[in-house]
């Protein structure tokens, strides 16, 4: 079913946000109904919750909040009331609660056909954006997915045929990758020219729409001190290097390659407005060290914003209410803004854009 070309627009009215409870046995549902209990949340959009009944009544335990949703029974019934949830009803456990702190199939299928539902939504013009609780990748693909994560999948839902990627950001620096969740082993041969470019395009443009006119852009090399003139490697200078060349001649502000060892040290600094990194754990580590709590994660090149918390599944203190909501919050401010069509305000994780 393509998107259809005749959806609302939503400039004159408050965006409808689907929120999903994200991993059943991790952190997620908690996290998802405190921020659903803020009443200023449900004020600034409207909101529609897809899940399990008995995963959000674990959440409402651990959370120690009980919501007072609007029952919806399929999305021909969808409709809205101000300053209400409302509450889309699935029966993805078969009445089981969900087994917290580990990976499992049924939790990994319940949060794949939350994302096939919210997907389902935008596709029928119901939906402006998808928020979503931390996932857990291993869990989703015990249930069912078979794409590299659920960027790529939704990446096929939507018919998108151009290049998407990852945006993680934390205070005013952002980030993009030209490789994401595959092996570590694999990463060398995904590096080309072409996906270098397209990661260093896709951010500019995004940070372009949010104020900056002419974004500053450091690209990292693959190895070791970006290959220390070709004795720990040639990528760099067969790959990077020109790609940086190209970029420049079309007028991007892209450096490099550097170090990536070094790179977030002038990054941090504010040398920079983007880092793009060559694979996941190259910007991820230092984006996290840098605001863990707070970061968020865009997934851009999708028709409508995706975002959740750069926090994950956190399977280590699930069901003990310690979870921090900040990144979850951030991420649904960001949603808010774009899909109400709000101009951002440059540099800032609240106004991230894609």
């Known amino acids: 079913m393509p998107i259809p070309s005749s959806t609302p627009s939503v400039t004159s009215a408050k965006p409808r946000i689907v929120v999903l409870l994200g991993d059943p046995s991790g952190v997620g549902p908690e996290m998802a109904v405190k921020l659903l209990a803020r009443q200023r949340n449900l004020d600034a959009a409207r909101v529609l919750l897809i899940a399990d009944p008995v995963v959000l009544a674990a959440g409402e335990r651990v959370a120690g909040v009980k919501l007072a949703p609007l029952p919806v029974n399929t999305l021909d019934d969808l409709r809205f009331e101000d300053g209400r949830l409302s509450f889309l009803t699935r029966d993805w456990m078969a009445g089981e609660e969900p087994v917290l702190g580990e990976s499992n199939e049924r939790s990994g299928r319940a949060s794949f056909q939350a994302l096939e539902d919210a997907t389902l939504a935008v596709r029928r013009g119901q939906a402006d954006a998808i928020l979503f609780a ?184 699930a069901g003990k209410g310690m979870a921090q909501i900040e990144g979850l919050q951030q991420a649904f401010d960001l949603c808010v803004r774009m899909a109400s069509g709000a101009p951002a305000a440059p540099a800032s994780v609240e106004t991230a854009v894609a």
């Not at 993009?176 to 270098?196: F, N, Q, Y």
């Not at 990077?240 to 990536?260: H, K, N, V």
């Open 134 to 317: 931390p996932l857990n990748k291993h869990s989703l693909r015990l249930g069912g997915l078979t794409h590299e994560d659920e960027l790529r999948y939704m990446q096929e839902r939507f018919a998108v045929t151009g290049f998407v990627c990852e945006f993680n950001l934390t205070g005013s620096l952002w980030t993009s990758r030209v490789t994401s969740h595959i092996p570590l082993k694999d990463v060398a041969r995904h590096i080309t020219v072409e996906g270098v470019s397209d990661a260093v395009k896709i951010i500019a443009s995004a940070l372009r729409r949010a104020g900056v006119a002419q974004p500053r852009i450091a690209v990292t090399g693959l190895n070791p001190h970006a290959g220390d003139g070709g004795s720990i490697g040639m990528e760099e200078i067969e790959i990077i290097a020109p790609a940086i060349e190209q970029l420049r001649a079309e007028g991007y502000d892209a450096r490099g390659p550097f170090s990536p060892d070094t790179v977030f040290i002038g990054a941090r600094r504010g040398d920079v407005d983007a880092v793009v990194s060559m694979y996941h754990d190259q910007g991820q580590i230092a984006m996290k060290l840098m605001g863990f709590e707070e970061g968020v994660t865009l997934h851009g090149g999708l028709p409508v914003p995706v975002a959740t918390s750069a926090s994950g599944s956190a399977f280590d203190i």
